[in-house]
């Protein structure tokens, strides 16, 4: 019984161990040093990064105009600063003020009640079947009720403005647009990451790209460091929250 024990225990504890180097490597590997900061490089060397299609209509050759200065597809007869092919930088305003409110109500309740008894079987009554001859033979009854209110109330606030780049043109002429930064004080790493499709006619003469004009904008701003540690559960304690069913 006592090798069995430590056995389990044993066990157990090279389970720990293992989840713990798995999930917090990092955090060990930074132990009495800042978060480290990822260099700077080609977004779409990210193992994580993903080539963008859209539905597009056919393809069609700019008519040519003889002896026209105007070039088809231009947007001025200088040359427009803007961003407007792969690699080219622009910067992406973000301004996002979001309320939202939501209330709920619920209100449930049940009775029923049944009544059963044998007063004869097939003819035959006795003492076998006389505690059945009572209309009170099984009487079963039940009740429920069920009350409950929710409320969410949320108001987000994100004010960020940083450069991003030009990862794709896609063949409708739209540009696929990464931007992401970091920024580390005081052991505290912040990581801002902003991508999108936007229309070249939605960048503005100063390069300038607004978050409400990005298509399928993914936005997150986040970080770790060492008030986001403590400000988190420890791992055993998220691995007890998504295995016990109570």
């Avoid at 955090?27 to 994580?48: A, I, K, N, Q, Y």
């Avoid at 427009?80 to 792969?86: G, H, I, N, V, Y």
Wanted: one cysteine or more.
């Amino acid at each position: 019984m006592a090798y069995k024990l430590a056995l389990e225990t044993a066990m157990c504890s090279v389970l720990l161990l293992s989840l713990g180097a798995c999930m917090g490597g990092a955090t060990f590997s930074e132990l009495g040093h800042p978060p480290r900061m990822t260099r700077t490089s080609d977004p779409t060397l990210d193992p994580s990064y993903r080539p963008v299609t859209m539905p597009t209509p056919p393809l069609q050759a700019p008519p040519n105009q003889v002896g026209s200065l105007w070039r088809s597809g231009s947007r001025a007869f200088f040359k427009d600063q803007r961003a407007s092919q792969a690699g080219d930088v622009l910067t992406v305003k973000i301004q996002v003020a979001d309320t939202a409110n939501v209330t709920n109500n619920t209100t449930a309740s049940g009775s029923g009640s049944e009544d059963f008894g044998i007063p004869s079987f097939f003819g035959f009554k006795g003492k076998v079947l006389s505690h059945l001859t009572n209309s009170d033979a099984l009487n079963t009854s039940s009740s429920s009720a069920n009350s409950g209110a929710g409320t969410i109330r949320r108001i987000d606030t994100v004010t960020l403005t940083l450069a991003g780049v030009i990862t794709q043109v896609l063949p409708t002429g739209n540009f696929v647009v990464v931007a992401r930064q970091e920024v580390r004080v005081n052991g505290e790493l912040r990581q801002i990451e902003v991508s999108g499709v936007v229309r070249p006619q939605d960048i503005s003469e100063d390069n300038i790209v607004t978050h409400d004009r990005l298509a399928e904008a993914r936005i997150s701003y986040g970080g770790r460091g060492q008030l986001s540690t403590l400000q988190q559960p420890r791992y055993g304690q998220k691995i007890l929250d998504a295995a016990l069913p109570f």
